[in-house]
């Protein structure tokens, strides 16, 4: 990308927020000759040096843009990177610097744009399964339960991860948004940071409640799915991950056992063999 075309994204977030979500979103849908998108590169020049000699205006509008399109994004590219980082982590790099020198500079601003994240920004999906779930992890609240990093490279203080997640826990409970989540584009991620978020028992009431339908079971299933390498790509389903959603996983084997014989034989064997794939994974 020319400099002054990286140029022109700099002042937009000084100077036009909005333009900066529309540029961001068509760079987000402009591939390189390299397969990686445009959108892509620009998270790579914002290095720590670079986000260092923004100022105040510019790292609020760099949050907001990037927040604001990342759902898009990963409707766009949510493939697995197995030697690099996926492009959800790329962007909390750069969200989460911005974030830390915002507080630096302005705290007060720094909050209130951090409420605004939760309460307002259209990337649900993202602000679950990427930003708030990776800060759970670095504050221990997740995973193993230890703390994953100093408290100098938390993106949010305690207190106010704690008020962000009750921002986020009151959208998720909303019907409406519940309604989207098998549209969203990273459904697994999002259902692990609800869960990382609100305990087990919430997104099983509701995988419980949707998966009565055969054609939802299977959407919901497949989309579980995690991958690996070995002689070559596998998306394997793990028992685990039915242990988490589901308060019967033998039931969940059997019910697809029945399905194999209907008239979604197709997708159920498909998610069974991934079942059987995840033992020798």
């Avoid at 333009?19 to 000759?33: N, V």
């Avoid at 705290?107 to 708030?132: D, M, T």
């Avoid at 998720?172 to 999002?190: H, T, Y």
Wanted: charged share 30%.
């Amino acid at each position: 990308m020319p400099d002054a075309d990286f140029d022109e994204v700099l002042r937009l977030s000084r100077e036009d927020v909005s333009g900066l979500i529309e540029s961001l979103a068509g760079y987000a849908r402009t591939t390189r000759q390299s397969g990686k998108t445009w959108f892509e590169h620009i998270l790579d020049r914002l290095e720590d040096g670079v986000i260092g000699g923004l100022d105040e205006e510019q790292l609020f509008g760099m949050v907001t843009g990037i927040c604001e399109v990342m759902d898009t994004v990963l409707e766009i590219d949510n493939v697995p990177r197995f030697f690099a980082p996926s492009l959800g982590r790329l962007a909390g790099r750069v969200v989460g610097e911005c974030l830390r020198r915002l507080n630096g500079m302005n705290p007060e601003r720094h909050h209130k744009l951090a409420q605004s994240i939760a309460a307002e920004c259209s990337s649900i999906n993202w602000i679950v399964g990427g930003l708030l779930r990776t800060e759970l992890f670095h504050h221990g609240h997740a995973g193993n339960g230890e703390q994953r990093t100093s408290l100098d490279e938390w993106v949010f203080s305690e207190d106010l991860l704690q008020e962000l997640l009750d921002i986020a826990r009151k959208r998720i409970s909303d019907k409406e948004l519940q309604d989207r989540i098998l549209a969203m584009p990273d459904v697994s991620g999002f259902m692990y940071g609800w869960r990382d978020m609100s305990g087990d028992e919430e997104p099983k009431a509701w995988v419980l409640q949707v998966t009565n339908d055969d054609e939802v079971f299977l959407k919901f299933l497949q989309e579980m799915r995690g991958y690996a390498v070995s002689d070559r790509v596998y998306y394997p389903l793990h028992r685990r991950t039915l242990e988490i959603f589901f308060e019967d996983p033998d039931a969940v084997v059997e019910r697809l056992d029945v399905l194999t014989e209907g008239e979604h034989a197709t997708a159920a064997r498909d998610v069974r063999k991934a079942i059987r794939q995840a033992r020798n994974l």
